[in-house]
């Protein structure tokens, strides 16, 4: 059974930062592209980070590039996604998500399994 855990999550002050982990099981893992989605209050999920299965290509989106680092440990099976200098608006409930496609994928369709999710609140 293909499954996806993710923790890290928690309260931050602007500014701040934060480590998501996002552990996997049943799955060649490093044969997996993995991305880091986001759900704010009241919006719609959006795409925030994408790693290729042997981590050697990241791609993020405008509103977090420079400021989030997504990176992986294949021997650990495990995802992160550092992010320094929070800013209110990154709060959300934070879900990584795994597919076929090696390079990962910026939409919704690109995954077939997602985690539970974790909640991240940045104060101001």
């Known amino acids: 059974q293909v499954q996806l855990v993710e923790s890290g999550g928690g309260l931050a002050q602007a500014g701040g930062s934060l480590r998501l982990s996002c552990a996997a099981s049943g799955l060649i893992f490093s044969s997996t592209g993995t991305g880091w989605f986001r759900q704010g209050p009241g919006k719609e999920r959006e795409f925030v980070a994408r790693?290729?299965?042997?981590?050697?290509?990241?791609a993020y989106s405008y509103s977090v590039k420079g400021r989030f680092t997504i990176s992986r440990d294949n021997a650990k099976n495990t995802v992160y996604l550092q992010m320094n200098s929070l800013k209110p608006e990154d709060t959300a409930v934070y879900y990584c998500?795994?597919?076929?496609?090696?390079?990962?994928?910026?939409?919704?369709?690109?995954?077939?399994?997602w985690g539970q999710g974790t909640q991240v609140t940045v104060s101001s």
């Open positions: 998500a795994a597919g076929s496609l090696f390079f990962g994928g910026t939409r919704e369709a690109d995954y077939d399994t």
């Open positions: 790693i290729a299965g042997s981590g050697g290509f990241t």
